[in-house]
């Protein structure tokens, strides 16, 4: 493998993300197609190179060389009303392209070497044109560039993955007094490190069982958090907020059983928001996931469906009375970082054109939720509404060398 030039290329393809819109909290449901179309399932049950970032143990099970690269198209509907009215307004923000790519190769006997790139989380709305909604414009965007190393030894695999990840923020408000008026430090970039380990048991009767976790990731937006939270700081109650905004860790256990051309499998993992500096203060909570997948595989082509639940993220305060604080924090999640999708349906395939080359499609579907928070505290209106809906597609083609 030329590394050198494979990491250009990645490279470049990370400059090229848009806003992504995510499933749970500010991250898709699963990276790569065949993931996706599973529901996000894929701690005990390899997806070939796009396993990189899932569970770095289960690149062992890629029996040849293997190259994945494609991307997402991902488009949100994100509705907005303050006030007792119902006259919702809807996001500018509603459609970006994720892209991802992944290298897998068998360096040693038993060792594993891959290299991947994905874009794999994201939040923000666009109401730029909208007075009554602040005209609040929000962009976070987060790319991982991860390393795994993997083990193999009988039925028993290992593997650690270095993670370097890209994040970029940015915060845009009028405020309603015209003596604050325009709220915004502009976009700011970070760097951040991280580690994800896992292990997977086959026991050699179509069962598999897999564990991963991966860390907590550092990151800081140099006066995007603490200009956005000025104007508020002086209420009572109000969090501390730094410029720091951590990626949360995660920590799954995942099974698998293959049964002839039928494989099942289910993931349940715990993403730990309420522990990550800027989502605690903002009042996330910590979520669990489940993901179930189904796959029918048959000579040269595959289905997939899949469903996957997060549990609520974001805290609801009163808003009411002498609640500012809990008021302000119900506008800034619902208005610029509505994460609220719960459910999601997920469809897929592969189509093998040659034993060397194929291609998946994942689609996903995340049906409409509707989520009222209090803000009258803040006198801006009796309430805050957000309806959330998200449609994505994710096209990737792979080739054995």
């Known amino acids: 493998m030329k590394i050198d030039n494979l990491g250009k290329s990645l490279l470049v393809l990370s400059l090229g993300v848009s806003l992504s819109y995510a499933t749970n909290g500010d991250t898709l449901i699963g990276v790569g197609a065949k993931t996706r179309a599973m529901g996000g399932a894929g701690i005990a049950l390899s997806h070939g190179a796009e396993s990189t970032l899932v569970n770095p143990a289960l690149i062992t099970l890629v029996k040849d060389n293997q190259i994945s690269f494609g991307g997402t198209i991902f488009i949100p509907t994100i509705k907005t009303d303050i006030g007792p009215t119902n006259s919702y307004k809807q996001s500018d923000a509603d459609i970006s392209v994720i892209p991802e790519v992944a290298v897998v190769s068998q360096i040693m006997p038993n060792i594993y070497l891959g290299v991947g790139m994905y874009g794999t989380a994201g939040m923000g709305t666009d109401f730029r044109d909208n007075t009554s909604l602040m005209k609040m414009e929000t962009t976070l965007q987060l790319m991982q560039f991860a390393v795994p190393v993997a083990y193999k030894s009988g039925n028993f695999s290992i593997g650690v993955s270095p993670i370097l990840q890209y994040g970029s923020l940015d915060i845009y408000y009028t405020h309603p007094n015209p003596?604050?008026?325009?709220?915004?430090?502009?976009?700011?970039?970070?760097?951040?490190?991280?580690?994800?380990?896992?292990?997977?048991?086959?026991?050699?009767?179509?069962?598999?069982?897999?564990?991963?976790?991966?860390?907590?990731?550092?990151?800081?937006?140099?006066?995007?958090?603490?200009?956005?939270?000025?104007?508020?700081?002086?209420?009572?109650?109000?969090?501390?907020?730094?410029?720091?905004?951590?990626q949360p860790a995660e920590a799954g256990v995942g099974v698998s059983y293959n049964f002839g051309n039928h494989t099942i499998a289910l993931d349940y993992k715990k993403i730990f928001w309420s522990d990550a500096a800027g989502y605690k203060e903002f009042g996330w909570k910590d979520q669990d996931v489940v993901a179930i997948g189904y796959e029918y595989a048959k000579d040269n082509w595959a289905l997939r469906v899949g469903y996957n639940y997060g549990s609520e993220v974001i805290k609801i305060n009163s808003g009411t009375g002498t609640d500012m604080a809990g008021a302000a924090l119900n506008m800034f999640n619902l208005l610029g970082f509505p994460a609220t999708a719960k459910h999601h349906f997920t469809a897929g395939g592969t189509y093998e054109f040659t034993k060397n080359f194929s291609a998946d499609l994942a689609l996903v579907y995340s049906p409409e939720v509707t989520t009222t928070a209090k803000i009258s505290a803040l006198g801006m209106g009796d309430e805050i509404k957000n309806k959330h809906s998200e449609f994505g597609a994710t096209i990737q083609f792979n080739y054995k060398f």
Do not use: C, E, H, W
């Open 179 to 246: 003596r604050i008026g325009t709220v915004s430090s502009g976009q700011t970039q970070d760097f951040g490190f991280g580690v994800s380990v896992g292990a997977t048991y086959d026991f050699n009767n179509g069962f598999i069982v897999g564990a991963v976790y991966k860390s907590k990731i550092k990151m800081k937006y140099k006066n995007v958090l603490t200009t956005a939270t000025a104007p508020f700081k002086a209420l009572p109650n109000f969090p501390d907020i730094k410029d720091d905004l951590d």
